[in-house]
């Protein structure tokens, strides 16, 4: 029995002890040394400015590949929408969509035809798209760990990558405890 995660936590390491057998932890970086190849930054936005905030760093690199976290999938639409409505060339992915349209909504995303996804972390879990620029947290994450398998998504096969989360002045607390966490 093979489990592969970014993160080990006691949860996932207490099913390993029950199911598993003499297990053998391969790690491919040591605790705290992971994502050296990811710059990361903060932008604190007054709640009501998020989008144009977002679209000013975008506008930065219009077709970077970017991949946008946010909470809810009515959110991914939303902001997807608001985005393409810009503009932008950007979907939504979220459980909402079936299979056929998540393959295509993915596809279009791997050949630059559409360079922005709006994700939930559900619908972005297990994504490996090598050439990923950058992801932006436009919902700070309470949880480090999201926080870590969310920015994990860039800066792979040898590229470097950036993450930025748009943080209101009362998420601040929580922005620094993440990063010292992580």
Do not use: C
Not at 76 to 102: H, I, K, V, W
Request: glycine share 4%.
């Amino acid at each position: 029995t093979l489990l592969v995660s970014a993160t080990f936590p006691p949860s996932v390491q207490s099913v390993a002890a029950r199911y598993q057998r003499d297990p053998v932890m391969v790690s491919g970086s040591a605790p705290g040394t992971s994502n050296s190849d990811i710059a990361y930054s903060t932008m604190i936005v007054p709640p009501n400015q998020t989008v144009p905030a977002l679209v000013n760093v975008l506008l930065m690199d219009p077709t970077a590949k970017t991949l946008i976290f946010v909470r809810t999938r009515e959110d991914s639409t939303r902001l997807a929408d608001a985005l393409a409505e810009l503009g932008f060339a950007a979907r939504p992915l979220s459980g909402d969509l079936n299979q056929r349209e998540r393959t295509a909504t993915l596809n279009a995303f791997r050949r630059d035809q559409t360079p922005i996804l709006v994700a939930t972390d559900v619908a972005a879990r297990g994504l490996d798209i090598s050439d990923l620029e950058a992801v932006i947290n436009v919902d700070v994450t309470p949880d480090p760990e999201v926080y870590i398998h969310r920015i994990g998504r860039t800066g792979r096969a040898d590229r470097d990558g950036w993450a930025l989360s748009l943080a209101s002045p009362n998420q601040m607390r929580r922005v620094d405890a993440i990063a010292r966490e992580t």
